[in-house]
């Protein structure tokens, strides 16, 4: 399959748009990363993205919609999402909610379960596509399973040129980690994966403490069907670290340990906003241009766990999980 790459134009956009509706797959940007899209009422389409990505199909998808109303549609919206949409969308948030009777979400997408995961992005390209599309969309990130998601075009070619139909150039990602997702269909709000909304932020709108899924230590949620080894360049990750030798490149965060040849700042004046926005980027030149140098492994200053932080330190305790 030969892979388009649309420009950000009216024509790049009604292309998209068209090879959606027609069962195709597009890789689109949104603040977050890249997602893979599909027509989430569309089972055959569906289907695929699990194919392109090498996905195990228990992992459900996220559907994307234009507005909180449309979205509303297919998920049984309680007083609590209402409020979070109104304080969040659109924006990275996603809500884990009961489908309602006349859900369109393939079961496909839900994984047979009587829960769909929705949200509404941010970003005018985004916006635009969803609304010239009329339909929910699922997007899961625009990277083969298990590996670093995608925060431009050009890193959904380096995983997927020639398994999808088209990649819609949106530029590079404003968040550049993924949404955070809470699941509303319990008697209490979980929070099921750290991203892009703080965790600090949620609890304050949602005005009390969410809970963290059983079996869950604060640094480490899990959701449904999500691997542990997640994130994960070619190069062994080691969190923490306090120093660094001279076969390892170093993925820095304020000022840089010495010792290294090969580095990455995420953010020399310890910016959590600019680390999350420059994260998967600098896993992936890090992984890259190591291999290139025949470097051993991949070392990680210490980034505090609050804010964004959360969300940075979650992908990189997944990067650093032992490969299955
Ligand atoms: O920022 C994002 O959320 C990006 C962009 C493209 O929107 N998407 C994304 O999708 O990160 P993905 O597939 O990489 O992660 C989706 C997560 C998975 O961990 C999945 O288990 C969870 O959402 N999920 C989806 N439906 C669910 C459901 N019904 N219940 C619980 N978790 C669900
Ligand atoms: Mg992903």
Known sequence: MHTRLLHNDPQGLATAAAMLRAGGLVAFGTETVYGLGADAGNDTAVAAIYTAKGRPGHNPLISHFASADAAFEQVEATPLARRLAERFWPGPLTMVLPRTARCGISAVATAGLPTAAVRVPAGQTTQALLAACGFPVVAPSANPSGRVSPSDAQHVLAGLD?????????????VGVESTIIDLSRDVPVLLRPG???????EAACGVMLALPAGSNDARPTAP???SSHYAPGLPVRLDAHSVAPDEALLAFGPPLPGSAL??????????????ARLFAG???LDMEGHRRGLVGIAVQPVPGHGLGRAIRDRLIRAACPRP
């Open 162 to 174: 020639g398994r999808i139909d088209a990649v819609l150039d949106c530029g590079p990602c404003r």
């Open 196 to 202: 892009g909304i703080t965790l600090e932020a949620l």
């Open 225 to 227: 069907g999500q691997l």
């Open 263 to 276: 580095v990455w700042n995420l953010s020399a004046t310890g910016d959590l906003h600019e680390a999350a």
């Open 283 to 285: 896993l992936r030149f």
